[in-house]
């Protein structure tokens, strides 16, 4: 038996790995085509633009359950996408991430916040998915 397993062996698996990598790499790509001073909207039309182009299923605006809570995107079904475009997070951005997570039913959420100098998203698993 090996001494030093692969880091990878207890590291649990990512949820949705290819699309989550996918989205990301699109809001990678709208950071650097309009900076960190942009509006949101503005973020989400070209954010919008790459899915069309992808041919990947989403919604956008997306009311989560009765609650009147509008989540930005829900990408196939699958990831919350929150952006954010302010000096920086605060524990009520997470909250607002979580609660969407919680009503939609959905594990995971992407957190992005396109106001900072290099881009960090976040990946929020739903509470009680862990």
Same mark, same amino acid.
């Given at each position: 038996? *090996?001494?030093?397993?692969?880091? @990878?062996?207890?590291?649990?698996? &990512?949820?949705?790995?290819? &699309?989550?990598? @996918? !989205? $990301?790499?699109?809001?990678?790509?709208?950071?650097?085509?309009?900076?960190?001073?942009?509006?949101?909207?503005?973020?989400? *039309?070209?954010?919008?633009? +790459?899915?069309?182009?992808?041919?990947?299923?989403?919604?956008?605006?997306?009311?989560?359950? *009765?609650?009147? %809570?509008?989540? *930005?995107? $829900?990408?196939?079904? @699958?990831? !919350?996408?929150?952006?954010?475009? $302010?000096?920086? =997070? @605060?524990?009520?951005?997470?909250?607002?991430? +979580? %609660?969407?997570? +919680? +009503?939609?039913?959905?594990?995971?959420?992407?957190? $992005?916040?396109?106001?900072?100098?290099? &881009?960090?998203?976040?990946?929020? &698993?739903?509470?009680?998915? =862990?």
């Amino acid at each position: 038996m *090996d001494a030093n397993p692969p880091m @990878t062996a207890n590291k649990p698996d &990512l949820l949705h790995p290819e &699309l989550s990598y @996918t !989205v $990301v790499g699109h809001c990678f790509n709208t950071h650097n085509e309009l900076g960190r001073y942009a509006r949101e909207k503005q973020y989400a *039309d070209h954010i919008e633009s +790459q899915l069309i182009h992808d041919g990947i299923l989403y919604e956008r605006e997306q009311a989560i359950g *009765d609650s009147g %809570n509008i989540a *930005d995107f $829900v990408i196939a079904d @699958t990831i !919350v996408l929150e952006l954010k475009a $302010v000096r920086a =997070l @605060t524990k009520e951005h997470y909250r607002q991430l +979580q %609660n969407y997570l +919680q +009503q939609s039913g959905l594990a995971l959420g992407l957190l $992005v916040n396109f106001r900072e100098q290099y &881009l960090k998203p976040r990946r929020i &698993l739903r509470a009680n998915h =862990l």
